[in-house]
């Protein structure tokens, strides 16, 4: 699956970025048909600790889910995301199996 990842206002490092790419990969055990995804990885401004924002994408045929998750590290807000964006998977691919 190709992955863009972008980081806002900071520079991610090479390790940050795998682990996205590791992470996304594992989306498509859930659904194959996913075509791509964007991956915005943001720090606020703000005196709160959990203060970094993932926001996922994945673009699927004929539709998009977006995610947006805020915590301490960009690890577990990926982790997090991801695992929602899994479970919406899971639904749209057994919505898909009940029309067919």
């Known amino acids: 699956m190709k992955v863009n990842a972008q980081s806002v206002n900071f520079t991610a490092d090479g ?9 996304m990969d ?13 991956v915005y990885l943001k720090v606020e401004n703000t005196s709160a600790k959990e203060n970094k924002i993932v926001e996922i994408m994945v673009f699927v045929p004929r539709d998009k ?8 590290s960009f690890e577990e807000a990926v982790d997090s995301a991801c695992s929602s964006l899994e479970r919406q998977l899971v639904k749209k691919k057994e919505k898909l199996r009940a029309n067919a």
């Open 26 to 38: 594992k989306l498509e055990l859930f659904y194959d048909k996913v075509i791509e995804s964007d």
């Open 65 to 72: 889910i977006m995610v947006k998750k805020q915590c301490k």
């Open 15 to 23: 390790k940050l970025i795998d682990f996205v790419q590791k992470r």
